[in-house]
């Protein structure tokens, strides 16, 4: 299997490990390599060591490593080989990858830092991945924990030292308009609720409203004997003349109606016509 070019590596100086201490090794500056159609920038290489003690067997620890789909594992005799390409460059070549050779007194870690990654964050991204190995061989490989605490909490600090005072406040911004934002939320919520139930009610105010029109519609319609009063009255009133368009607009009767109720009228001996 063949592993990922580790060539910046070799390019750099030996770091001496202080006892009880994660070393880094920062490769040499990268140069442009030649690729199909343009030039590609080879990602720098860095990495550190933890002191780890190997308890279990090299055969042991590679089949339990190759259960991970996307590792690559090639077992020496004293040491294991984990490689991940997370991506690779126009010539297939790997470009974002880490290796970790876990060798029987210690545990060796060397990563690429493409030029669009901050080396801090990718620093914390590898550091986040070797957690998730180490605890599938935490039983027959494990590490110095008091190192790894202090790898992990140096990452920290890194990060945080790299987040500038624009971007705290920034965030302190966004969180609070994100609580703005929820109280705003949930006010629409509360006014949608509100707005529901006005809106039943305007539905239940309206139709009670129609069955009060037609009551008083029902109210307002003159019966057979009141619409004879009527038109008896209003023959006096106006000197035993009657317009009908005038008497239907005021006591909101079809003219069909009256003119059929003043035939009765005549009919019944009550009026007369004169010619």
Do not use: C
Not at 12 to 21: D, E, I, L, N, S
Not at 245 to 259: D, G, L, N, P, S
């Amino acid at each position: 299997m063949a592993l990922p070019q580790q060539k910046p590596v070799a390019a750099a100086k030996p770091v001496a490990k202080a006892a009880g201490q994660a070393t880094t090794q920062p490769s040499a500056a990268p140069a442009p390599s030649q690729a199909a159609g343009g030039f590609s920038l080879t990602p720098k290489v860095d990495g550190f060591k933890i002191k780890a003690k190997m308890t279990g067997t090299v055969k042991d620890i590679a089949d339990t490593l190759r259960t991970i789909s996307f590792l690559e594992v090639a077992p020496e005799k004293d040491a294991v080989n984990v490689v991940y390409v997370e991506s690779r460059d126009i010539n297939k070549n790997p470009y974002l990858f880490s290796i970790l050779k876990l060798k029987k007194d210690e545990l060796e870690v060397l990563y690429s830092i493409p030029s669009e990654i901050a080396p801090r964050k990718r620093k914390l991204d590898v550091i986040r991945y070797l957690l998730n190995i180490l605890t599938l061989v935490e039983s027959s490989f494990p590490i110095d924990n008091k190192v790894l605490y202090q790898l992990i909490e140096a990452a920290v600090k890194d990060l945080l030292e790299s987040v500038t005072m624009d971007y705290s406040k920034l965030y302190t911004a966004y969180d609070s308009m994100k609580k703005d934002a929820d109280d705003l939320r949930k006010k629409v919520e509360r006014l949608q609720d509100q707005s529901e139930a006005l809106t039943t009610k305007n539905y239940e105010l309206k139709a009670s409203n129609d069955e009060m029109q037609l009551r008083i519609q029902a109210l307002e319609v003159l019966s057979d004997d009141a619409l004879k009063a009527k038109l008896q009255e209003w023959v006096m009133e106006h000197n035993g003349e009657i317009n009908v368009i005038e008497f239907t607009k005021m006591y909101k009767v079809a003219e069909a109606r009256t003119e059929q109720m003043l035939n009765r009228l005549v009919a019944e001996g009550y009026l007369e016509v004169l010619k």
